[in-house]
């Protein structure tokens, strides 16, 4: 099993571009979640989906930033605009359901000059 | 405002010592338990868990005690070994809503 893949491993851009992050979670698994690790406020979850469906985006930090997983097998993290306070290692796992072990990725790190 | 706390941010221990990473929270509904550990570059991996009803869960090296009254979270690892040199994370869970919560980490560094 391949695990988690994140792509891109790294992200360099500048403020005011769009970002996106992908994430193809462990065949099998129908949860999958978005972190994000900061120096500041260490991992903090920004969105989980059950079965494709978002169920909490209470953690998602503002409107520049959205999620979607149109199918079981990929999911995208949108920023648009991007700001240099984005800039952020961005985690995603997944779970065979949402109260199991989760596998995480390798992450994103993503610097917005 | 902090639910999950490692008070520790790093620890130093000689191999074959006993390293005892600690674990405060502070919300009740919480109903298991999880130690993650992370390697520099990797995403963090999942190392033992505990539910709420139990008060200690022991997996080879590795022993997590769960004290409830006071909510605090310990891992034991004994003997350490160099290769566990990481930084691990405390982690809340709840069954109700499937969110993990984690701790800011306590990097241990383990000398030979």
């Known amino acids: 099993d391949a695990g988690v893949i994140q792509s891109p491993r790294h992200e360099v851009t500048e403020m005011g571009q769009e970002v996106t992050l992908r994430c193809k979670p462990i065949s099998g698994h129908n949860s999958l979640f978005w972190y994000r690790q900061t120096m500041m406020r260490g991992l903090e979850l920004l969105i989980y989906f059950n079965n494709n469906v978002p169920i909490d985006d209470s953690g998602m930090p503002e409107d520049r930033f959205s999620a979607k997983m149109p199918n079981a097998s990929f999911s995208t993290l949108k920023i648009q605009p991007s700001e240099p306070r984005d800039s952020a290692v961005y985690f995603c796992?997944?779970?065979?359901?949402?109260?199991?072990?989760?596998?995480f990725g390798p992450g994103t790190r993503l610097t917005v000059l | 405002d902090q639910q999950v706390k490692q008070n520790s941010p790093s620890l130093s221990v000689q191999e074959g010592r006993i390293s005892i990473l600690n674990c405060d929270y502070t919300n009740s509904m919480f109903d298991y338990f999880l130690w993650y550990k992370k390697y520099p570059a990797e995403g963090p991996t999942f190392l033992i868990s505990?539910?709420?009803?139990?008060d200690k869960n022991e997996d080879g090296r590795f022993t997590v005690f769960l004290n409830k009254s006071a909510k605090h979270l310990s891992l034991h690892i004994v003997p350490s070994q160099p290769g566990d040199s990481a930084v691990y994370f405390c982690?809340?869970?709840?069954?109700?809503?499937?969110?993990?919560?984690f701790g800011q980490g306590t990097t241990l560094q383990v000398k030979p």
């Open positions: 505990i539910s709420s009803i139990k």
């Open positions: 796992a997944s779970s065979r359901d949402g109260y199991n072990e989760q596998f």
């Open positions: 982690v809340n869970g709840s069954s109700n809503t499937g969110k993990l919560i």
